[in-house]
């Protein structure tokens, strides 16, 4: 009778760890084909040449806003002209190693150079978002009469107190564009969603399509530029902006150091601009602004907004060292002030 029991028990156990076994299998044949399809878009994303609208929606905690857009992409090349919403007439993009502005009838804006080529970026984070990131394929779509694919990147160590960020990509069937992008916070809750339609392989593309880098580098000798972007030129920052910046004794698992760079505000005049250092896991970025305390900053809920374009995310101000930090990232707040607290930056 004993035997028996044995017997049962060790049966049934078998059955679980087969059962055991058979979920992770199939978990793994995800993760193996939402990776493959991941590798593809980012391919795609990058060579090909097509225009498109896009439509953008941002969520504010219960409302929404939209906004659309026509896209026109080339190898290393990005053309941006909203059509409707808060940036109707704005036209903006990047051409090699630099990011430009527009308004309707005004002049363009050099808004920022960088030191890696937007593909160039791409691949260096898409390695990293793969390190800290796991992909898992989610089943079959149609999005505008367009079979797609569904993915979805979520991390695998998410920091205190977070659930995300992660993000669900539509990967086209037929050329691997991503059709469509829901964006969730480290709460777990929408933010955004981007869409493409009207998708044109062979789009006619002019001189007027996208600025030229030499006519960019010309606007930016005369009026200079909000963002500078300088790797990893500790030096060359603490000259432009009087502010040394060092490594933060503690960042939160998978980030690592990405670039170092200034920022300028309009409404600045001719004070220096601030410094800034950055840190990506491939999908997350945490911007440090370090700035003079007298720096036109102002206080508004859900966070610190001023005239300056800090970025989205949840941002936090700090004083310290004599100076004021802005940190910036999809991060809890606790976790954003532990980055600041943990750094070392001085007036140069």
Same mark, same amino acid.
């Given at each position: $009778?004993?035997?028996?029991?044995?017997?049962?028990?060790?049966? @049934?156990?078998?059955?679980?760890?087969?059962?055991?076994?058979?979920?992770?299998?199939?978990?793994?044949?995800?993760?193996?084909?939402?990776?493959?399809?991941?590798?593809?878009?980012?391919?795609?994303?990058?060579?090909?040449?097509? &225009?498109?609208?896009?439509?953008?929606?941002?969520?504010? /905690?219960?409302?929404?806003?939209?906004?659309?857009?026509?896209?026109?992409?080339?190898?290393?090349?990005?053309?941006?002209?909203?059509?409707?919403?808060?940036?109707? *007439?704005?036209?903006? +993009?990047?051409?090699?190693?630099?990011?430009?502005?527009?308004?309707?009838?005004? %002049?363009?804006?050099?808004?920022?150079?960088?030191?890696?080529?937007? !593909?160039?970026?791409?691949?260096?984070?898409?390695?990293?978002?793969?390190?800290?990131?796991?992909? #898992?394929?989610?089943?079959?779509?149609?999005?505008?009469?367009?079979?797609?694919?569904?993915?979805?990147?979520?991390?695998?160590?998410?920091? =205190? /107190?977070?659930?995300?960020?992660?993000?669900?990509?539509?990967?086209?069937?037929?050329? +691997?564009?991503?059709?469509?992008?829901?964006?969730?916070?480290?709460?777990?809750?929408?933010?955004?969603?981007?869409?493409?339609?009207?998708? !044109?392989?062979?789009?006619?593309?002019?001189? &007027?399509?996208?600025?030229?880098?030499?006519?960019?580098?010309? @606007?930016?000798?005369?009026?200079?530029?909000?963002?500078?972007?300088?790797?990893?030129?500790?030096? *060359?920052?603490?000259?432009?902006? +009087?502010?040394?910046?060092?490594?933060?004794? #503690?960042? %939160?698992?998978?980030?690592?150091?990405?670039?170092? *760079? @200034?920022?300028?505000?309009? !409404?600045?005049?001719?004070?220096?601009?601030?410094?800034?250092?950055?840190?990506? !896991? /491939?999908?997350?970025?945490?911007?440090?602004?370090?700035?003079?305390?007298?720096?036109?900053?102002?206080?508004?809920?859900?966070?610190?907004?001023?005239?300056? =374009?800090?970025?989205? *995310?949840?941002?936090?101000?700090?004083?310290?060292?004599?100076?004021?930090?802005?940190? @910036?990232?999809?991060?809890?707040?606790?976790?954003?002030?532990?980055?600041?607290?943990? $750094?070392?930056?001085?007036?140069?």
């Amino acid at each position: $009778m004993r035997s028996s029991f044995r017997f049962a028990s060790l049966f @049934v156990s078998a059955l679980l760890l087969l059962a055991a076994l058979s979920v992770w299998n199939v978990r793994r044949q995800s993760s193996v084909r939402a990776t493959e399809l991941l590798k593809r878009t980012m391919r795609a994303d990058n060579d090909l040449t097509y &225009a498109a609208t896009s439509t953008v929606t941002a969520m504010y /905690g219960t409302g929404a806003v939209d906004s659309v857009a026509r896209v026109v992409r080339a190898p290393r090349k990005l053309s941006i002209t909203y059509l409707s919403g808060d940036r109707k *007439g704005l036209n903006s +993009g990047y051409n090699e190693r630099w990011f430009w502005r527009k308004n309707q009838n005004a %002049p363009m804006q050099a808004y920022a150079e960088v030191k890696l080529r937007p !593909d160039e970026m791409a691949e260096h984070r898409f390695a990293l978002m793969m390190q800290n990131y796991r992909a #898992y394929w989610l089943g079959e779509d149609t999005i505008n009469g367009r079979p797609s694919d569904i993915v979805e990147v979520r991390p695998t160590n998410p920091v =205190d /107190g977070a659930r995300g960020p992660f993000k669900r990509l539509w990967i086209d069937r037929e050329t +691997g564009l991503s059709l469509r992008n829901d964006f969730f916070n480290y709460q777990k809750q929408p933010v955004m969603k981007t869409e493409i339609s009207q998708i !044109d392989l062979n789009p006619k593309i002019d001189n &007027a399509t996208f600025a030229t880098p030499a006519a960019m580098f010309k @606007v930016a000798s005369k009026d200079g530029w909000t963002a500078e972007e300088m790797g990893n030129d500790v030096n *060359g920052v603490a000259l432009k902006s +009087g502010i040394r910046l060092a490594t933060p004794k #503690y960042l %939160p698992q998978g980030f690592h150091f990405d670039a170092v *760079g @200034v920022h300028h505000c309009a !409404d600045w005049g001719k004070a220096k601009p601030a410094a800034l250092t950055r840190y990506i !896991d /491939g999908l997350n970025a945490v911007t440090i602004f370090a700035m003079p305390p007298q720096a036109n900053i102002e206080k508004a809920s859900g966070g610190t907004r001023g005239a300056c =374009d800090f970025g989205p *995310g949840t941002m936090i101000t700090v004083q310290k060292n004599g100076l004021q930090f802005v940190a @910036v990232g999809d991060l809890p707040p606790v976790t954003l002030k532990r980055v600041v607290a943990s $750094m070392d930056a001085r007036k140069n």
